[in-house]
């Protein structure tokens, strides 16, 4: 029998699979949740939140931290050497136009706050990244954006002086349409040189803003920087200047700049004068730009070009928001007449004058009626500035003076002071002969035309005139071999000017002449004579009869009216001395004129000299007729009135073509060419 043996050990423990716990809970499907056993993969449709802003984050954005240290980094590296993370923190302002992954909005107000935060590391040798800050576009960003970049410029120009002009330079382009040029990105707008910026700029991360908001945001950089840096004012101004629209420009660029203008003189009181003065400086070009180019016209393409400008005018603001400038330029050229192309280009020229002046006497006449007499007496003394430093010195100046004839006859005081300041320059020996020529035509035009010149500032003027006469022909008249009008220069204007006044101001130099007589009652040449205040009739004998014979060298048109006016009155007779001046050469009292130099000596040469030697019959307050400014000088301007007896009798004689025809076109002369513009 055979016994088996068996291992001894230990006896292995049984096998038992884990199997996965089987859930007690049944989902009971409905027979439509059934999933289709041909599509076991498909997801359910997930829908989301019309109400739920959604944006896909393509680049990863950094912390404002990391960005932070990361400029610092940069900036301390480029000192070394290192210019991999300057360039490329340079690029984020100066992004390739045909590259689509530009920095986010984000992204740029984080470096713009990371430089902001190492602004002194920003010496000269960052100037190209400073260049490229300054020149990104900022102003049509969101507003903490650009109260962020505007803390930047603070901290730059005080931490870095040698950036405050560019800095200034840029927010004054940013306050122009004249050469700009604007682009759009991230619904920013950024003004270079070039051509005029949209009048809206917006995208989807900005909203509208107009034009005129961008240069509010502008002109508030700008203030806040003039109170951080008072001395940039004197940079400013020549910025101001430098970058004021040339006088060909449109009338959109120079209407805005002067309108920005005008508002940097309200937060910067320092440079308020200054700027005016720039502002009627460039005004008196333009004015004596168009009146070369109605003279350079021919006479029937030059007559009425002023009073043919419509007057209904885009507002302002329309001006301010408007998108461009080629709606100016937009018909075409090509086919037109020459003159027709001048005329035109003259009518665009007066439309801008016209509207720079409107808007001159706009703010001068809210300063004249605030209740502070200080800033009623400060704008006076800059009108009165501004003519003895710019409108004096300038010869025919023709409608800008109207500024200061409007304001200065709103109150006697200030028509005194004016009134004594020409007659004190047109008798300063010191003065050039050309200053104090044009002093005695401004001091006689403003008393025959100012509606507000009393009777009283008629006879005192009257008076002073009357004395220096005396007195110039007390000194003259012995060594005098004849009329010469280079040698006598100031006699000859203050006669022309008395006569100036006696036509227009007759009744004022009358004995009594409230009281005795109405206009209408003039006595004729055969009636009782007319009485007259004291030396009336003395000064005009002593001159006109004198070797001087200033009646030979004065404008003939004012000659001829004065005739006229003093035989109808009876005051004095000057036709035998007209005669006999008309065969008087005032060539054999002086040397050659300069016309004559330059020009063979013939019959019509010699007609021409004679008439270049003669005194020029410009007075500065003639007839004014821009559209929409003449509306401020209403009921300031005396208009001719003609002689009752006299004038009627020649219109009436008229018809018939005889010497009363030809009187009363003198006449119209006399008037001081004002049918002519």
């Known amino acids: 029998m055979t016994t088996a043996t068996r291992s001894v050990g230990p006896t292995p423990a049984p096998i038992t699979r884990k199997l996965p716990p089987t859930s007690t809970l049944v989902r009971k499907h409905e027979d439509d949740e059934i999933p289709d056993p041909s599509s076991p993969t498909k997801r359910r449709r997930v829908t989301f939140d019309s109400d739920v802003e959604v944006r896909i984050v393509e680049k990863w954005e950094k912390s404002p931290a990391v960005i932070q240290e990361s400029v610092r980094r940069a900036l301390q590296n480029r000192a070394t050497g290192d210019s991999t993370g300057y360039d490329k923190v340079k690029a984020i302002y100066t992004p390739e136009k045909d590259k689509q992954d530009e920095a986010s909005p984000t992204t740029v107000k984080n470096h713009t706050a990371a430089l902001l935060s190492n602004v002194s590391l920003l010496n000269k040798s960052c100037a190209d990244l400073v260049h490229a800050v300054l020149g990104s576009d900022w102003l049509g960003r969101s507003e903490d954006y650009v109260h962020l970049f505007v803390q930047f410029l603070a901290n730059l120009v005080a931490a870095q002086g040698l950036f405050l002009p560019e800095v200034l330079r840029m927010l004054v382009e940013n306050i122009t349409t004249c050469k700009a040029h604007a682009y759009r990105k991230f619904g920013t707008l950024r003004l270079i040189r070039g051509a005029a910026p949209p009048s809206q700029c917006h995208s989807d991360t900005t909203p509208n803003i107009l034009r005129s908001q961008l240069y509010a945001r502008a002109h508030k950089a700008l203030h806040y920087l003039l109170q951080i840096v008072p001395s940039a004012c004197r940079i400013l101004l020549s910025i101001l200047t430098n970058l004021f629209p040339h006088q060909t420009d449109s009338r959109r660029a120079h209407i805005v700049y002067v309108h920005n203008l005008l508002r940097i003189a309200e937060y910067a009181p320092v440079l308020q004068t200054d700027v005016l003065a720039l502002i009627t400086e460039r005004l008196v070009k333009i004015d004596l730009q168009v009146q070369e180019d109605l003279e350079d016209l021919t006479e029937d393409a030059g007559e009425g070009v002023v009073q043919q400008i419509p007057r209904a005018r885009s507002d302002l603001d329309n001006l301010l928001d408007d998108q461009d400038d080629s709606k100016e330029d937009s018909e075409t050229d090509e086919e037109m007449d020459e003159d027709i192309l001048r005329t035109k280009d003259i009518t665009k020229a007066v439309e801008k004058m016209d509207c720079i002046l409107d808007m001159l006497f706009t703010y001068y006449n809210q300063k004249v009626s605030a209740p502070s007499v200080n800033t009623q007496v400060n704008v006076v003394d800059v009108l009165l500035g501004q003519f003895q430093t710019i409108i004096l010195p300038t010869h025919r100046s023709r409608h800008t003076q109207f500024l200061l004839f409007h304001f200065i006859q709103q109150s006697p005081a200030h028509i005194?002071?004016?009134?004594?300041?020409?007659?004190?320059?047109s008798f300063d020996k010191k003065r050039p002969a050309m200053v104090r020529q044009a002093a005695a035509a401004y001091l006689a035009s403003f008393v025959a035309r100012g509606a507000h010149v009393s009777s009283d500032i008629v006879r005192e003027v009257w008076d002073y005139i009357s004395t220096e006469l005396k007195r110039l022909h007390r000194e003259t008249d012995s060594g005098c071999r004849g009329p010469d009008l280079q040698r006598y220069t100031t006699y000859y204007s203050l006669v022309q000017a008395l006569l100036y006044i006696f036509c227009f101001r007759w009744r004022d130099l009358e004995s009594g002449s409230d009281d005795d007589f109405e206009?209408?009652?003039?006595?004729?040449?055969?009636?009782?004579?007319?009485?007259?205040?004291?030396?009336?009739?003395?000064?005009?004998?002593?001159?006109?009869?004198?070797?001087?014979n200033p009646l030979k060298v004065c404008s003939p048109a004012i000659v001829t009216e004065f005739a006229r006016i003093t035989y109808h009155l009876r005051v004095i007779y000057v036709y035998h001395l007209l005669e006999t001046n008309k065969r008087i050469r005032l060539s054999q009292y002086s040397g050659p004129s300069s016309y004559t130099q330059l020009n063979r000596e013939t019959a019509l040469t010699a007609r021409?000299?004679?008439?270049?030697?003669?005194?020029?019959?410009?007075?500065?307050?003639?007839?004014?007729?821009?559209p929409r400014t003449k509306h401020w000088i209403e009921g300031d301007y005396r208009e001719w009135a003609g002689i009752p007896g006299l004038d009627d009798e020649e219109a009436a004689g008229s018809d018939s073509g005889g010497e009363d025809a030809e009187d009363s076109d003198i006449e119209e002369g006399t008037k001081t060419e004002g049918s002519k513009e």
Not at 416 to 425: I, K, P, S
């Open 608 to 626: 021409k000299d004679e008439e270049h030697r003669h005194l020029d019959e410009y007075f500065p307050f003639d007839p004014y007729h821009l």
């Open 519 to 548: 206009d209408d009652e003039l006595p004729s040449i055969y009636g009782a004579e007319r009485q007259w205040r004291s030396g009336v009739k003395e000064t005009l004998q002593l001159n006109i009869f004198s070797k001087l």
């Open 416 to 425: 005194d002071t004016f009134v004594g300041m020409c007659a004190q320059t």
